[in-house]
Antibody, heavy 121, light 110 residues
């Protein structure tokens, strides 16, 4: 059974750094693109970027390039989303999701449960 | 890239059909057959309902169907049921080799 299990909720202060995780199981982790999606409180889904764990090829939405870093450790089947300096506007639910195949032009077919990040002074 | 445009809300009575539109540009919806639709219930992660404009994943009811004309894609739900009440998001592959979501549509079953 394919599963994506995300790390737990985080409460941080502005300016702090953060790295959240998404562990894949039940499939060949290196053979599927994994992406990150932001959902701010009461708002819609925003596509942030994706990574191909097999070779760490990474793509970012122009809106998020330079704001976050996406990485993966294929030895432990885990993808990461990290911030070097959080802002209050980073407060949101973050989902990881798997593309349907090794082809980037496929939809997200499995989703993690979400990680709630709260940034407040 | 700009978000795809969806109506903020639609509603319908049980048994009726509704259609949600998703308007993009010639660099995303108009350029590819890679349009997907997701359903999201409150507090839950999204679920894939339609992909490649009109294909349904295994397990999704055939009451859900998709289509596309030019820069606009559409999701139609027939025989509305109370459980269909949720937020719906379209998504399209883009010429930048990335994806973009629509702003989302809240479906109310009256």
């Amino acid at each position: 059974e394919v599963q994506l299990v995300q790390s737990g909720a985080e409460v941080k202060k502005p300016g702090e750094s953060l790295k959240i995780s998404c562990k894949g199981s039940g499939y060949s982790f290196t053979s599927y693109w994994i992406g990150w999606v932001r959902q701010m409180p009461g708002k819609g889904l925003e596509w942030m970027g994706i990574i191909y764990p097999g070779d760490s090829d990474t793509r970012y939405s122009p809106s998020f390039r330079g704001q976050v870093t996406i990485s993966a450790d294929k030895s432990i089947s885990t993808a990461y989303l990290q911030w070097s300096s959080l802002k209050a506007s980073d407060t949101a639910m973050y989902y990881c999701a798997r593309h349907r195949s090794e082809d980037i032009a496929t939809p997200f077919d499995y989703w993690g449960q979400g990680t709630l990040v709260t940034v407040s002074s | 890239q700009s978000a795809l445009t969806q109506p903020a809300s639609v509603s319908g009575s049980p048994g009726q059909s509704i259609t949600i539109s998703c308007t993009g540009a010639s660099s995303d919806v108009g350029a590819y057959t890679y349009v997907s639709w997701y359903q999201q219930h409150p507090g839950k992660a999204p679920d894939l309902m339609i992909y490649d404009v009109s294909s349904r994943p295994s397990g999704v009811s055939n009451r859900f169907s998709g289509s596309k004309s030019g820069n606009t894609a559409s999701l139609t739900i027939s025989g509305l049921q109370a459980e269909d009440e949720a937020d719906y998001y379209c998504s399209s592959y883009t010429s930048s080799n990335t994806w973009v979501f629509g702003g989302g549509t809240k479906l109310t079953v009256l």
